[in-house]
């Protein structure tokens, strides 16, 4: 089945600091998309991405669809306390299909 | 107001015995799916209903079943749980059409087997 690798598995960081993760794939996706979890709780899409080489922000959020289609970053601008959590990126090839997740980027920052 | 809702957040059962839970959507959404996650893994899909089509993960064990009674609802059954089976368990919703990769999370409902 269709695979994603996510780097780095965890990151800690200062407040303050800008953080940037990525997602790669053997498989071509339609669509990428960048969720956040607290723990506890379900992940919450933070943004999505539909074409290739598109580049979307979401206010200290950024993230892109590579050009091959095949790997997908997100930046984090000025790192705020409410920013830690686990941050999964997920492809969807298309259709009804469920998303293919990554294993998830573990974000602690030190005050 | 939540629009993906899970209950109970927490529910323990025995190993072996049958365990029921629930979802429910107030976003009348055509596709709702069950994940699986287990601790710092990522979320991993069991099956989903688009509408009252069910489709089954190849990788689904049989111990795994789920029933769509209506738009609204849907439930995780889990036959005979064993350890292995304690995890996070997520509902997710998407509207189809063209943003079926939209999925609304619930709060995920918690299980461990004892």
């Known amino acids: 089945g269709q695979q994603l690798n996510q780097s780095p598995q965890s990151m800690f960081i200062q407040e303050g600091e800008d953080v940037s993760m990525n997602c790669t794939s053997s498989?071509?996706?339609?669509?990428w998309l960048w969720y956040k979890q607290d723990p506890g709780e379900g992940p919450v899409l933070l943004i999505a991405l539909y074409k290739a080489g598109e580049l979307t922000s979401n206010g200290r959020l950024t993230a892109q669809f590579g050009i091959t289609r095949k790997d997908s970053f997100l930046n984090i601008s000025a790192s705020i306390p409410s920013d830690v959590g686990i941050y999964f990126c997920?492809?969807?090839?298309?259709?009804?299909?469920?998303?293919?997740f990554g294993k998830g980027t573990h974000l602690i920052i030190q005050p | 107001d939540a629009m993906v809702i899970q209950n109970p957040r927490y529910q323990v059962t025995q190993f072996g015995k049958p365990v029921t839970l629930s979802c429910s959507q107030t976003?009348?959404?055509?596709?709702m799916y069950w994940y699986q996650q287990k601790s710092s893994q990522a979320p991993k899909l069991l099956f989903h209903?688009?509408?009252?089509?069910?489709?089954n993960e190849a990788d689904t064990p049989d111990n795994f079943q789920s029933r769509r009674p209506n738009t609204s609802f849907c439930f995780l059954d889990i036959r005979s749980p064993g350890l292995g089976d304690a995890a996070m368990y997520l509902c997710?919703?998407?509207?189809?059409?063209?943003?079926?990769?939209?999925?609304?999370f619930g709060s995920g409902t918690q299980l461990s087997v004892l």
């Open positions: 997920a492809g969807q090839g298309g259709g009804a299909d469920g998303l293919t």
């Open positions: 997710a919703t998407s509207s189809g059409g063209r943003s079926f990769e939209k999925l609304f």
């Open positions: 498989s071509i996706f339609n669509t």
């Open positions: 209903y688009y509408d009252k089509d069910f489709n």
């Open positions: 976003l009348n959404h055509n596709v």
